[in-house]
């Protein structure tokens, strides 16, 4: 796992756009365009879905680009609560 971070973020600055989750395929779509231009990864939010919307959202923009660094925000989740559905490459709490 730590080797895959460090390929990943190799270089001193990071892009990582965060894109608010409204449903599966606009949150590929955005993931597949900050792909294309060059960012690091994404981080996805739920402001307008539930944690459990945001996770399948997650699996579907992973299984989209798999190569591609992904980590969630989940609001409303407290991060000293159980984050055991929480497979992802990053959390932010």
Do not use: Y
């Amino acid at each position: 796992m730590l080797s895959r971070f460090r390929q990943v973020f190799s270089h001193r600055h990071v892009i990582l756009p965060v894109i608010h989750v409204q449903n599966a395929p606009q949150a590929a779509r955005n993931a597949k365009l900050a792909h294309e231009l060059g960012c690091d990864g994404v981080f996805l939010i739920n402001h307008g879905v539930s944690h459990q919307m945001l996770m399948k959202v997650h699996a579907h923009v992973a299984l989209a680009l798999p190569d591609f660094w992904i980590g969630i925000n989940s609001l409303g989740r407290s991060p000293t609560g159980p984050m055991s559905d929480a497979w992802t490459d990053g959390l932010w709490v």
